[in-house]
């Protein structure tokens, strides 16, 4: 597939539109069958040391109330996640790369292989570090590492972040490079439907992901937030269902490029439709991350506008996860990591 032809997709409508989304399916289907595993999902901290511009957590948001987990609520939700036989979990939190929060990740990341008898797999999402970092949680017990490089097309890059070192594209591509050298399966994504974002843009980012190789992929809808510098340019972006639409055919056509990587179904695809991620499911997603951060913090980690499952408990989401994703077709990969097949394919071949 071109660079026209993905364009061509992303605008496809009608029949052409369901056609896309029953070859993606079907692709699924075939090379890594219809199972769909579980990520227990922990939003650790949203202390940021990034201003990225269209982030409702970012450091100059300063009507957020900043807030850690404890590490034994994080372990309490972790094990949530084990005795519910979820498979993995995953750790996310705002960008900080003192000491102090190095040492508290590589710790986590222990704790949670000894409290499941290291049967819980483990995802990171803590942005960028150094080399030396991520092969240190590596080789503490995390092997699957999601960074999204936000959008591929270095002017849009710019615009949506802050014109300084500390932000910028080719650390964060760097970024990637380091983390597949330690060895974790990586993944990245974008938004979609950002301010000034055209297909061509878009069309460029998946065809990144193939040029990177990557083993996993999560992106969703852009979500304006009114607290953030991007809100400005809210009359620029598409509706919230046009944005949403864009970004199934996006997983759609990623599918058809990568049969095999895992793709998640974002939580930001919920934000505009309650059932947005099981439709993602139907159309060639395989990853589902159920919120796990104590209710008490949920509120605080704001990304966006109506971030979904804010007052529900882990038990809720669950038994809500679990109905809706069997009205998908599809099954529950319990108490497995369900690891990227791409990933072991590409080690096979000692790339
Ligand atoms: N600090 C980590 C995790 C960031 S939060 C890191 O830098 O990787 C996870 C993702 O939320 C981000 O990568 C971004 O793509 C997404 N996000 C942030 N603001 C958003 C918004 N307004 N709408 C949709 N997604 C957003």
């Not at 969703?220 to 809210?234: K, M, W």
């Not at 046009?242 to 990568?258: C, T």
């Not at 796990?292 to 529900?312: A, I, S, V």
Request: aromatic share 10%; glycine share 6%; proline share 3%.
């Amino acid at each position: 597939m071109d660079k026209s032809q993905i364009i061509s997709l992303l605008q496809s409508e009608g029949e052409e539109r369901s056609e896309l989304f029953r070859k993606a399916r079907e692709t699924r289907d075939k090379l890594i069958g219809n199972k769909v595993y579980f990520r227990g999902l922990v939003e650790f901290s949203n202390i940021c040391s990034k201003d990225c511009l269209y982030c409702g957590i970012r450091k100059s948001n300063d009507q957020v109330i900043r807030y850690e987990v404890s590490d034994e609520e994080v372990l309490d939700a972790c094990r949530f996640a084990w005795m519910n036989r979820f498979g993995s979990v995953v750790l996310q939190s705002g960008e900080l790369s003192s000491p102090a929060f190095v040492k508290r990740v590589d710790r986590l990341v222990r704790e949670i292989r000894k409290l499941s008898d290291n049967e819980l797999g483990i995802t990171l999402s803590c942005g960028e570090q150094t080399r030396e970092t991520y092969q240190r949680w590596f080789e503490s017990g995390a092997h699957r590492y999601l960074l999204r490089i936000e959008a591929t097309n270095r002017d849009l890059y710019r615009r949506i972040h802050p014109d300084n070192d500390y932000h910028s594209f080719e650390r964060r591509l760097e970024a990637l490079g380091y983390l597949r050298e330690s060895g974790y399966q990586v993944g990245t994504g974008v938004m979609i439907g950002l301010p000034f974002q055209t297909y061509e843009d878009l069309a460029g980012d998946l065809l990144f992901f193939r040029e990177q190789d990557i083993d996993m992929c999560g992106m969703g809808p852009y979500i304006e937030h009114e607290d953030t510098p991007l809100y400005e340019f809210r009359h620029l972006l598409m509706t919230k269902e046009e944005r949403f639409d864009l970004a199934l055919k996006m997983i759609a056509v990623l599918r058809l490029l990568m049969p095999d990587i895992n793709i998640a179904a974002a939580t930001a695809l919920q934000a505009i439709d309650p059932a947005g991620r099981e439709k993602a499911i139907a159309i060639g997603a395989n990853i589902i991350m159920p919120n796990l951060t104590p209710t008490f913090y949920r509120k605080e980690y704001q990304l966006y506008e109506d971030k979904p499952c804010l007052d529900e408990d882990a038990e809720l989401c669950r038994n809500c996860l679990e109905a809706r994703i069997q009205m998908a077709g599809s099954e529950i990969g319990y108490n497995e990591w369900g690891d990227s097949k791409h990933f072991f394919k590409r080690k096979g071949t000692g790339r």
